[in-house]
């Protein structure tokens, strides 16, 4: 990590509390990453978290207004190399050191624009929105954990999107009843809920199988110091997966699955010890 005034770790220890306070699972996964990425993911994830906090919960404000906004005020950080907002402050020393690309925040605005108003998806539009929401985060990730390795880089850019959709299809799967009953928000392309039944959903959860085996090929590759939080993040949305797979259409739209803080914690210690015997060797087990 780079060398640090009292400005820039402030706006890291920012873009840090926000993904605490969002998102246990990631944070565990961050916290067994070797010390240099711990910054860089943070302010990451800080990024991601604000746009999505845009669409997901200021419905008493013109979220069009503030997302095109910060959409301005994101590139004029990293234009000038400096912001204000501390958390686009920690973002654009990420996306300046790493050289991450335009392309992707592009993408990621496009689907957070998708956000903005109820769209029917088709299966082009949902993985625009995928790629965008997700892959693109995964590959801001692995420019961190490459570091200018640009050919360890292109070769797991596709692990690296398939694990992306992975959770990101868990998720909307997870979410299903409150973003079609709060948000009127049906991600799955031409889908329509009053048929939605469990041979629809064991056909979304075989494609998913698939995102998570592409994905484990690339985790094997990545840098010692990456690989055990990335592994981390993989087994603990497996672990989800698996719950709502054993969950009929009615359950999973009748409340939402989650796993509990004390199997969270339990899955980081079996994780590591795993890990210590070589990720090389890792097939998840008993999920």
């Not at 590759?221 to 055990?228: F, M, R, T």
């Not at 939402?256 to 339990?266: G, L, Y």
């Amino acid at each position: 990590m780079m060398p640090m005034n009292l400005f820039d770790y402030t706006t890291f220890e920012c873009s840090k509390n926000v993904t605490n306070n969002y998102s246990t699972s990631f944070s565990l996964g961050i916290k067994v990453l070797a010390k240099k990425y711990h910054y860089p993911i943070y302010a990451i994830y800080g990024f991601v978290r604000y746009a999505d906090e845009i669409v997901d919960t200021f419905h008493d404000h013109n979220k069009e207004k503030l997302l095109a906004d910060f959409e301005q005020q994101t590139y004029k950080a990293i234009n000038e190399k400096i912001s204000l907002n501390p958390i686009l402050h920690s973002f654009q020393l990420i996306v300046n050191k790493y050289q991450i690309d335009a392309s992707y925040i592009d993408a990621f605005f496009q689907s957070m624009k998708m956000d903005l108003k109820p769209v029917d998806y088709n299966q082009a539009m949902y993985e625009k929105y995928i790629y965008g929401s997700a892959e693109v985060v995964g590959l801001m990730c692995l420019k961190v954990f490459c570091d200018r390795n640009f050919d360890l880089f292109n070769e797991l850019v596709s692990p690296a999107k398939s694990l992306g959709a992975a959770f990101q299809k868990v998720n909307f799967l997870r979410d299903i009843k409150s973003d079609f009953r709060e948000r009127g928000r049906i991600y799955f392309p031409d889908l329509d809920i009053e048929k939605f039944d469990d041979k629809i959903k064991m056909q979304i959860e075989s494609d998913i199988k698939q995102d998570f085996d592409d994905a484990l090929k690339g985790i094997k590759k990545l840098p010692k110091g990456a690989s055990i939080g990335v592994y981390l993040a993989y087994i603990y949305y497996l672990k989800l997966f698996s719950k709502i797979k054993s969950c009929p259409v009615s359950q999973i739209m009748d409340r939402r699955i989650r796993i509990p803080d004390s199997e969270k914690i339990t899955l980081l210690i079996k994780t590591y010890i795993q890990y210590k015997f070589s990720i090389n060797n890792m097939v998840p087990s008993g999920i």
